[in-house]
C-alpha cells in the first residue's frame, strides 16, 4: 500500500483547524447584586440566589425582577433592565458567541439601599382606610347601571 504525503500532511492542519474552532467564542455574563447593609436575601425573577452581594451568571438581556429582604428593614421589590450590549445583537451575537478568538466578559453590578422597617401608625392607618372605603362608595355610586331590566 503507498501512501500519499498529501494525506499525511492535511490530518494536522484538520486537528488544528478544529482545535481553533473549538476554542474560538464565548462571552460570559455575570450580575452582581449589592445591598445596603449587605447580607440581605436577594431573589431574582422569583428565584433566591444568596445573600447580597451575591453574583450570578444570566443568559438573558431584558427587565428583570429584584426582590431584597433583611430583618429590621423594608421589603425591596422593583424592577431593573439589563441593556444587552451592541455585540449581542443581529448579526454580531454570531461572531461574538462563536468565531471571536478570545473571551468576552460582561459585568454588572446593580446596588440598592435598604429602608429602615417603620412600623405603621394605627391611627393614620385607619383614617386612609376609611378614606379609601369612602371614594369607593362614591365611585360606585356615580357609576352608570348597566341592568337591562330597568
Given at each position: 500500500?503507498?501512501?500519499?504525503?498529501?494525506?499525511?500532511?492535511?490530518?494536522?492542519?484538520?486537528?488544528?483547524?478544529?482545535?481553533?474552532?473549538?476554542?474560538?467564542?464565548?462571552?460570559?455574563?455575570?450580575?452582581?447584586i449589592?445591598?445596603?447593609?449587605?447580607?440581605?436575601?436577594?431573589?431574582?425573577?422569583?428565584?433566591?440566589?444568596?445573600?447580597?452581594?451575591?453574583?450570578?451568571?444570566?443568559?438573558?438581556?431584558?427587565?428583570?425582577?429584584?426582590?431584597?429582604?433583611?430583618d429590621?428593614?423594608?421589603?425591596?421589590?422593583?424592577?431593573?433592565?439589563?441593556?444587552?450590549p451592541?455585540?449581542?445583537?443581529?448579526?454580531?451575537?454570531?461572531?461574538?458567541?462563536?468565531?471571536?478568538?478570545?473571551q468576552?466578559?460582561?459585568?454588572?453590578?446593580?446596588?440598592?439601599?435598604?429602608?429602615?422597617?417603620?412600623?405603621?401608625?394605627?391611627?393614620?392607618?385607619?383614617?386612609?382606610?376609611?378614606?379609601?372605603k369612602?371614594?369607593?362608595?362614591e365611585?360606585?355610586a356615580?357609576?352608570?347601571?348597566?341592568?337591562?331590566?330597568?
Amino acid at each position: 500500500m503507498v501512501h500519499n504525503k498529501a494525506d499525511f500532511s492535511l490530518t494536522p492542519v484538520l486537528i488544528a483547524c478544529l482545535a481553533l474552532f473549538a476554542l474560538t467564542g464565548c462571552v460570559e455574563r455575570k450580575l452582581t447584586i449589592n445591598t445596603q447593609p449587605q447580607g440581605a436575601i436577594v431573589w431574582l425573577n422569583d428565584e433566591e440566589i444568596g445573600f447580597s452581594p451575591v453574583t450570578v451568571e444570566f443568559s438573558w438581556y431584558g427587565d428583570y425582577k429584584v426582590r431584597a429582604e433583611k430583618d429590621g428593614y423594608d421589603i425591596l421589590s422593583t424592577h431593573r433592565k439589563l441593556k444587552a450590549p451592541y455585540y449581542d445583537g443581529f448579526p454580531f451575537d454570531f461572531f461574538a458567541e462563536t468565531l471571536w478568538p478570545g473571551q468576552i466578559r460582561d459585568y454588572y453590578e446593580w446596588s440598592f439601599e435598604l429602608a429602615p422597617y417603620t412600623p405603621a401608625n394605627r391611627p393614620n392607618l385607619i383614617m386612609a382606610a376609611q378614606k379609601m372605603k369612602n371614594e369607593a362608595k362614591e365611585e360606585f355610586a356615580a357609576e352608570p347601571s348597566t341592568d337591562l331590566n330597568e
